[in-house]
Each structure stands twice: as structure tokens, then as C-alpha cells.
């Protein structure tokens, strides 16, 4: 069993989508970022980070794993899906995978910091990470002009980028003429597997936190 402690943030719906696509059983425990309890002692030693999301491989002597980039890749090996077996494959699904983690995740996310949530506008910052974002965006544009997913078949690298580009709007980052990458965006949301991960943890878990965008919101200004 697979035990993944999550909360509902970009990262987050990246794993709760993988075990979705995956179909296999697991277990979520919710942290409310808004109090903190990704900083519990008890969190720490599964993820000295302090971050969501973790998962906890109860099959496989209570192995932690942090970090949603490998956390992707450790399932993606350990049930042989989602990432192909062969080398050149597999760098490819890799490098997709750290264009997310290096680029679009910690860009979008300074953009959703900057223009919704820091004390002070700064114009400067705001449009520097929206400029970076928008940028970031139309490389996976051009990629998705000739390509159906990221890295020949639907993999892990879909679902990392997916989660994050998605959400260019509350960034305030115009995808204008991005054709290829609204394709992609909606093709993605249609899928089952997605759309359960998405609700993932479910309104009965989130306490205080019925608005899922107070979750997205304390989660990012911890990024601060």
C-alpha cells in the first residue's frame, strides 16, 4: 500500500494523478499547509524538506520518498508504466520531467507569488516570472506542434507539466496563440485518471480549507 501525504497544489495533484493512472490502491493523509504541519517533527523525518507531497511505500519496507519529480519516477519503475524502459526513452520522459521541476514549476510559482499574494506589487518581479512563464509555456508549445504528448507515449512528464500549466491563469500569464498547448491542457483534463488525481485530497479532507485556492495560496507564499 501507498501512502501519500498530500495537500491540493500543483505538486501534490502530480502524484495523486500518477496513482490514479496507475489504478493502484492507496491511502491519503491530508496536511494543511495553512498550519504548518508539513514542518511537524514527525513529517520532517519522512521528508526533511518540509514540503508536499511524500509517499510512504508500505509494500516496500516503509520507504519514504520525497520530492514529486522522483517520487514520479519511483512509481513510474517500480509498476512499469509511464516511463518507457529503454535508455534513450527514458532520458527523454527524464529531461521533460526536469524541464518542469527546474522551469515551469519554480517560474509559475514565483508568478503566482509575486502577483497574487507578496504585501508589496512589485512590477519588476511580477513581470519577470510571468515573462519567464509565458516563455517556459511556448517551449512546450513548439514541442506539442508536432508531438501528441511530451515524450512519444502519455508519461510522467505529461503529468508533471500538466499540473502546473495549467493553472498559467492564476499567474496571470496569457497562453494567447499557445494553440498546441490548449490542446494538450484540455486533452489531459478529459482524462478520467486526471480529473479523480485533481480532486485529490477530496473536500471531506480539507477541514477549513474548503476553497482550494487557500491551500494553493498557503502553499505558495511559503515559497516566498
Known amino acids: 500500500m501507498i501512502e501519500l501525504y498530500t495537500a491540493a497544489t500543483p505538486n501534490g495533484w502530480k502524484v495523486s494523478i500518477m496513482l490514479e493512472e496507475l489504478g ?24 526533511p524538506n518540509g ?42 520522459v527524464i529531461q521533460w520531467l526536469m ?16 502577483y497574487r499574494y507578496a504585501p508589496e506589487r512589485i512590477e519588476y518581479a511580477i ?6 512563464s509565458r516563455r517556459l509555456l511556448e517551449v512546450l508549445d513548439k514541442r506539442l506542434k508536432d508531438h501528441e504528448f511530451l515524450a512519444g507515449d502519455y508519461s510522467i512528464a505529461d503529468i508533471a507539466n500538466w499540473s502546473w500549466a495549467r493553472g498559467y491563469e492564476w499567474g496571470g500569464i496569457s497562453v494567447d ?10 486533452q489531459l483534463a478529459a482524462r478520467p485518471a486526471v480529473q479523480r488525481g485533481r480532486a485529490v485530497p477530496p473536500p471531506a479532507d480539507m477541514g477549513d480549507e474548503t476553497d482550494r485556492e487557500k491551500t494553493i495560496a498557503a502553499a505558495q507564499k511559503m515559497l516566498a
Not at 513581470?127 to 519567464?132: L, P
Open 24 to 47: 493502484v490502491p492507496y491511502k491519503v493523509t491530508h496536511l494543511s499547509l495553512s498550519k504548518g504541519e508539513q514542518k511537524e517533527a514527525w513529517y520532517m523525518k519522512l521528508n
Open 127 to 132: 513581470g519577470r516570472y510571468q515573462r519567464e
Open 177 to 186: 496563440g499557445l494553440d498546441s498547448l490548449k490542446r494538450w491542457i484540455d
Open 51 to 92: 514540503r508536499i507531497p511524500t509517499i510512504v511505500d508500505h509494500d516496500n519496507d516503509d520507504f519514504a520518498v520525497f520530492e514529486s519529480g522522483a517520487i514520479l519516477i519511483y512509481l513510474a519503475e517500480k509498476f512499469g508504466k509511464f516511463m518507457p524502459q529503454d535508455v534513450k526513452g527514458r532520458s527523454v
Open 99 to 114: 524541464f518542469q521541476m527546474g522551469g515551469i514549476g519554480p517560474m509559475m510559482g514565483q508568478a503566482n507569488v509575486f
